[in-house]
């Protein structure tokens, strides 16, 4: 049941909510602290998968009102404080500080499934209703409505939020454009093992033995592998990130065979080597890395259905922030609905917190997603000049405007000057952005243009 000491300013809305991820449970459950009556419909029937995501400090602020969650997800994730960056052949090149915490709030690294699963368990117990198994077949919108169709039957609400993924079906209703998502170029090999299949092994066991946290990057032309462990839950995850050059109708997952990873990392770190070769086989997938362009229309044409997390904004895993950015999206929405409800004092204008929405968030998240390709392309075509005359070139961004963003107070704060921006047409400035952003738009295609080349650093956004 919902909590009896939380306020229900939203008391009396119906919300629709598609996919069980973190843009639809974070949207889910903010609208439910909040009083609205909230139904998620997810396709997957158990969609407690994964192996580790990092939710950053920004997260971490959204998440902290959330009954137990954060407490939860701290005390089994780890909070590293350094990042090894070595060469393929196992050269450091960089020892980099990581900061656990950043004004008060944990960088947790955590298993994705488990908190996937404290999410759902929250979410459930303020009252949301959950259906899994459920596989939305269309949306659909009136002048005071929206719902979704499952099978035969139409669930109608006052307003449909759609975190559907990067393959996202109600994409195409929002904006009006049939696109697909686009290859990114390469795919992963991804696995989360337990710790203790690497004893015995004199080259490894030390890894099964630390009693803190480890990351350690290997860097290559056209890819890079990445080992974190969890010395909690006596875990480890092991990625490689390598060309994709299969069919995008391919199921984009597919499973893995070590020997395929051994061959991507011929000639690699024998350390790297000897930890693959005790990677258990049925923990691997091959996991395709699939894109979209920014888009700017994330509201349907009547503004009753909005787009949220990866069906908004994709992100590749190198941008370490695409699970904060969905959570931040939901709390700028249930922070927009309550100032909306207030400013009228009857209901909220729910086209009006959909467009706002829209507008206080796309710039940043523009910019985040593009962080992501950027750091790649820095491990993959790397300029060793730059790294010769300064190793941090080579860093993975920690920026205090990602970290120590509060999402909830930046939708209240700018509530009536975003309003009056859509109302009125008066100039709007994104502030959650780095100081002197100029905003600009790209497309994956011009960016991959660049992909098997260095370019210089003015090139980059998000590195300095």
């Known amino acids: 049941m919902r909590q009896d000491s939380q306020e229900t300013p939203l008391k009396g809305l119906n919300a629709i909510v598609i996919g069980a991820g973190f843009g639809g449970l974070g ?6 602290r909040l009083g609205a009556t909230v139904r998620i419909f997810d396709v997957i029937h158990v969609p407690i998968s994964g192996d580790v995501i990092r939710f ?5 602020r959204v998440m902290e009102p959330w009954g137990r969650v954060l407490d939860e997800i701290t005390t089994g994730g780890v909070l590293l404080d350094n990042m090894t960056i070595m060469d393929k052949d196992g050269k450091i090149l960089l020892e980099q ?3 656990p915490m950043y004004e008060g709030y944990p960088n947790n690294v955590a298993k994705r499934g488990e908190v996937q699963r404290s999410l759902l368990d929250y979410a459930s117990s303020i009252g949301v209703e959950v259906n899994l198994g459920a596989p939305v077949a269309e ?12 099978g035969d039957e139409l669930h109608e609400a006052d307003c449909v ?9 109600a ?13 990114s170029g390469y795919a992963i090999y991804r696995t989360w093992f337990p710790l203790d299949m690497l004893e015995g092994d004199s080259k490894v066991e030390g890894l099964a033995r630390s009693e803190q946290p480890i990351c350690k990057i290997w860097i290559a032309p056209e890819s890079h592998a990445v080992l974190t462990t969890n010395f909690k839950m006596r875990a480890a995850t092991c990625f490689l990130t390598h060309k994709d050059l299969s069919d995008i109708n391919e199921d984009w997952n597919q499973p893995g065979r070590v020997q395929d990873m051994l061959a991507c990392a011929e000639g690699w770190d024998a350390e790297l080597r000897h930890i693959i070769q005790h990677i258990p086989t049925d923990s691997l997938i091959d996991h395709k ?8 229309k994330w509201v349907s044409p009547k503004g009753r259905i909005c787009l949220v997390g990866d069906a ?8 370490g922030t695409g699970a904060a950015q969905a959570l931040e999206g939901a709390a700028t929405i249930g922070a927009l609905m309550q100032k909306s409800l207030e400013a009228s004092g009857n209901s909220p204008d729910i086209p009006l917190v959909f467009r706002a929405y829209e507008k206080l968030r796309y710039e940043r998240t523009s910019l985040t997603q593009r962080m992501g390709w950027e750091t790649r392309h820095a491990w993959h075509q790397t300029d060793w000049d730059a790294v010769a005359a300064d190793p941090n070139y080579l860093k993975l961004p920690q920026h205090g405007w990602v970290l120590g963003h509060d999402a909830r107070k930046y939708a209240r704060d700018n509530f009536e000057g975003v309003v009056h921006h859509l109302r009125n047409g008066t100039p709007f400035v994104s502030t959650n952005v780095p100081k002197g952003h100029v905003h600009e738009e790209w497309t994956v295609e011009a960016l991959l243009q660049h992909d098997g080349q260095t370019v210089g650093k003015e090139f980059y956004r998000t590195r300095g």
């Open 27 to 32: 949207s889910a459950i903010e609208l439910a």
């Open 56 to 60: 950053e400090a920004n997260a971490s």
């Open 97 to 99: 500080p990581m900061q």
């Open 139 to 150: 949306v659909f919108e009136s002048d005071t409505s929206a719902g979704v169709r499952i």
């Open 161 to 169: 939020l759609a975190g559907d993924g990067v393959r996202s079906k």
């Open 171 to 183: 994409r195409a209703f929002v904006t009006g454009v049939a696109d697909r998502p686009k290859k």
């Open 289 to 296: 890395m699939l894109w979209r362009d920014p888009v700017q």
């Open 312 to 319: 908004a904004h994709p992100h590749l895993p190198t941008s």
